[in-house]
C-alpha cells in the first residue's frame, strides 16, 4: 500500500522557524502577503511621498518660522523602518530652514514598556539618537502629561507633555492591519501613542463596545472616534509607510493624517488582503511579527477568527518572550465568560479593572465562544494559558495533530505565517 504523501510546513516563531507536517490532502492553502512590484529606490520612494502630500500643503508651507517640531515615531513592538525615514524627513526640514536645536523625536509608547536607548538607537539610527533628543512617551504620571480638556465623545485627553510642548508634530508609522482601528497608521500615532494611560483606555473601550472583528476593515467606528479626538491634540503631517516586517517598503505617503492614511490603506490592501474561497477547520497562525509578548501576540487570532467555519480551532503560534505582557490580567478577562458584564462595570467606573487590557481582551472572549483557542508558546506556561480558555502545546505539531484528531480524516487546514498583518478576504463568487 504507498505511502500516503505529506507536507511540511514552516512559519515564523520569533526570530527561528517551527514545523509541523500534515498529509497533503488536509493543507486547504498558505495565505501569505501578495506579490507586489518594490521600488527599486526607496529613498526615491519616501522622497516622493514627502515632496507629494496627500491633503495639505508641503512641509515648507506648513511649518512656522522658528516652530518647534516633535517628530513622534512608533515604537520598537512595531516593524516601521523608521532609520530610513527620519534622514529624508530631516533633510527636507533642514532645507526648509528648520535648525537642529528646533527638532526633538518622541517614541509613543501607547500603553507599553519604556523603550531602552540601545533599542532607540536600533529603530532611529545611532547618529540620529546623537544628534537630536529621542524620549520615550510618558503615559501614567499626570505630571508628565498635559490635559487638552473635553474631545468629542467626551472622552477627557490627556497628552505626553513634551509632545504637547511643540509647535508642529509629526507622525511615522507603517499601516498593518489592526484589531481596533482596521488599519495602524495616520491619526494613531498621537492617540493612543502619546497620550494619557486614562485617555489610552478610552480607546480600548471603544474597542470593545463595536462587538466585532474590526481586523483589516476599512469601516471601523473606533478610528472615526479616534480621528475626531486627534483634531484635540493635533497632528500635522505623517509620513507612514507600507511593507513587509523585515524592513522592506512597498510604497510611502505622507501629508494629512487622514487623507494620506487612506491613500496608504489602498496600498496595504494590495499586500496583505489575501482573498480565500473556503473556510477551513484549522488554522495555524504564526503571530509573527507581534511575538514579544502575549498581549501583542494575540493579534494573530484576529485573522484566524476570519478564515475558520464556525466551530472551527485556531492555533495560535507565538514564542512571548516576554510573557503575557504589561497587563497581568489580560489572560483572566480573555477566560472570563462575561466580559460584556465587565466592560459595563468598566463604563460606570468600578475599580479593579485594567481598563486598556479589558476591552481588547473582550473581542478575544467573543471569538473563542465561536470558535476553539489552542496556544503553543514558550514563554506561556499551561497555567497561565488555562486561565484564558486556551488548549496549551508543549509543540505544534501536538497542536495540529491534536485538531485533526477533533475533525476527522477530511479536515482542512489553512495556514498564515505572518498573523499579525494578513487580512484574509472572503472571495465571493
Not at 483606555?201 to 475626531?228: C, I, T, Y
Not at 501576540?297 to 485556531?314: E, R, S, Y
Not at 481598563?355 to 465562544?369: C, D, E, F, G
Request: net charge negative.
Amino acid at each position: 500500500m504507498p505511502q500516503e504523501a505529506t507536507t511540511a510546513i514552516s512559519i515564523p516563531y520569533g526570530s527561528e522557524q517551527v514545523t509541523f507536517t500534515i498529509p497533503a490532502r488536509n493543507l486547504l492553502g498558505v495565505l501569505e502577503r501578495n506579490e507586489v512590484q518594490f521600488p527599486p529606490d526607496e529613498e526615491q520612494e519616501i522622497a516622493w511621498a514627502i515632496d507629494h502630500p496627500v491633503g495639505c500643503g508641503r512641509l515648507a508651507e506648513i511649518i512656522p518660522a522658528g516652530a518647534k517640531i516633535a517628530i513622534i515615531s512608533d515604537d520598537i513592538s512595531r516593524p516601521t523602518p523608521v532609520y530610513k525615514i527620519l534622514p529624508i524627513l530631516l533633510n527636507r526640514l533642514h532645507e526648509a530652514g528648520v535648525r537642529d536645536e528646533q527638532i526633538f523625536i518622541v517614541m509613543a509608547l501607547g500603553s507599553h514598556r519604556d523603550m531602552t536607548p540601545e533599542e532607540m538607537e536600533q529603530k532611529v539610527g545611532a547618529e540620529i539618537c546623537r544628534r537630536y533628543p529621542v524620549y520615550n512617551s510618558r503615559f501614567r504620571d499626570k505630571a508628565h502629561l498635559a490635559d487638552l480638556g473635553i474631545a468629542p465623545g467626551g472622552v477627557h485627553v490627556w497628552a505626553d507633555k513634551q509632545a504637547m510642548a511643540a509647535d508642529v508634530r509629526i507622525g511615522i508609522g507603517s499601516i498593518v492591519p489592526h484589531p481596533a482601528v482596521g488599519w495602524s497608521g495616520g491619526g494613531k500615532i498621537i492617540y493612543p501613542g502619546i497620550t494619557g494611560e486614562d485617555t489610552v483606555a478610552a480607546f480600548h473601550l471603544q474597542h470593545g463596545k463595536a462587538g466585532w472583528n474590526m481586523f483589516g476593515s476599512e469601516e471601523s467606528p473606533v478610528r472615526r472616534n479616534m480621528e475626531a479626538w486627534v483634531d484635540t491634540v493635533g497632528l500635522h503631517f505623517i509620513v507612514n509607510i507600507v511593507g513587509p516586517p523585515d524592513g522592506r517598503i512597498y510604497k510611502a505617503v505622507a501629508g494629512h493624517y487622514v487623507k494620506a492614511h487612506r491613500a496608504g490603506v489602498r496600498y496595504a490592501k494590495e499586500l496583505y488582503g489575501v482573498e480565500f474561497a473556503e473556510r477551513p477547520e484549522i488554522a495555524v497562525v504564526s503571530s509573527h511579527p507581534a511575538d514579544a509578548d502575549f498581549w501583542q501576540a494575540t493579534k494573530g487570532i484576529l485573522p484566524g477568527d476570519l478564515l475558520v467555519k464556525d466551530g472551527g480551532t485556531v492555533i495560535l503560534v507565538s514564542p512571548c518572550p516576554e510573557g503575557i505582557g504589561p497587563h497581568p490580567e489580560y489572560m483572566e478577562y480573555i477566560g472570563d465568560d462575561d466580559v460584556d458584564g465587565l466592560l459595563k462595570k468598566a463604563e460606570t467606573g468600578e475599580g479593579g479593572l485594567d481598563l486598556v487590557a479589558l476591552p481588547v481582551a473582550a473581542t478575544v472572549s467573543r471569538i473563542r465562544k465561536r470558535i476553539h483557542l489552542a496556544l503553543v508558546s514558550d514563554g506561556i506556561t499551561r497555567e497561565e494559558a488555562a486561565k484564558g480558555k486556551f488548549a496549551y502545546f508543549s509543540s505544534l505539531q501536538e497542536a495540529v495533530t491534536a485538531a485533526l484528531g477533533r475533525y476527522g480524516a477530511e479536515a482542512k487546514v489553512g495556514v498564515i505565517p505572518l498573523g499579525a498583518e494578513i487580512v484574509p478576504i472572503w472571495k465571493k463568487e
